[in-house]
């Protein structure tokens, strides 16, 4: 008698039996659970138990992939209700909101400092939030650019902490500030002392907030003075 070895039979979904929004949605929590570089049409087909040509019938490329999952994760940005009406707390409330959502979606800062993203979404964010700033006192010009001045900076912001202060603890990038310091003579570097333990704080909120109001503050006087 020959044993023979059985490969197990893998399940497929039934043919049709998945939308664009499934496998964009799935693609998303893959990048979110296991960062962008896990993410292939392979790893994605495996998730959603079909084919890599069944993701082909919902996704055209890889780009497209990518522009979809930004999309989509947008779409989970919650701002303040009611809006502030003063320009400039309304351009904090802005990046406050963002900042929420590239931190509970990290693979979306790669995305956007990768390629840009272009979508109906994008169209009503930006007419909502120049309208709001419109009411506010902002030309639609001014506002736009400003707009687009806390999105880049936020982004940066963004990508820039991940790395120092979320995938390890704000404590343990402070302390390679100070054990990194420690190697050198300290009266060499009498500034850096004085400020060293703020140092392992320049990738955290308190440092976002005070770019976010120095930004915020200087768009809103020249959207005023632009106004008039």
Request: proline share 7%; glycine share 8%; net charge positive.
């Amino acid at each position: 008698m020959v044993n023979r070895l059985v490969k197990p039979r893998h399940r497929r979904r039934p043919r049709g039996s998945l939308t664009r929004q499934q496998v964009v949605q799935a693609a998303l929590q893959l990048a979110d659970q296991e960062g962008l570089d896990a993410l292939s049409m392979q790893t994605l087909a495996r998730r959603l138990e079909c084919g890599v040509m069944t993701i082909y019938g919902y996704i055209d490329n890889k780009e497209d992939l990518l522009d979809a999952i930004a999309l989509r994760g947008l779409a989970d940005l919650q701002l303040p209700r009611p809006l502030p009406s003063e320009p400039a707390a309304l351009l904090v409330a802005w990046g406050r909101a963002l900042r929420a959502t590239l931190i509970a979606h990290p693979s979306l800062p790669v995305i956007f400092l990768s390629q840009p993203v272009i979508g109906p979404g994008i169209f009503q964010g930006i007419e909502a939030l120049v309208g709001a700033l419109q009411r506010a006192g902002m030309r639609p010009q001014a506002g736009l650019h400003a707009i687009y001045a806390v999105i880049i900076y936020t982004t940066g912001f963004v990508a820039w902490e991940h790395p120092r202060t979320r995938q390890q603890m704000p404590a343990a990038y402070a302390a390679r500030w100070r054990q990194q310091f420690a190697m050198l003579p300290p009266a060499d570097f009498p500034l850096v002392t004085s400020v060293l333990d703020e140092l392992g704080s320049v990738a955290g909120e308190d440092q976002f907030e005070f770019g976010l109001a120095a930004l915020t503050d200087g768009l809103a006087r020249e959207g005023r003075s632009a106004a008039t």
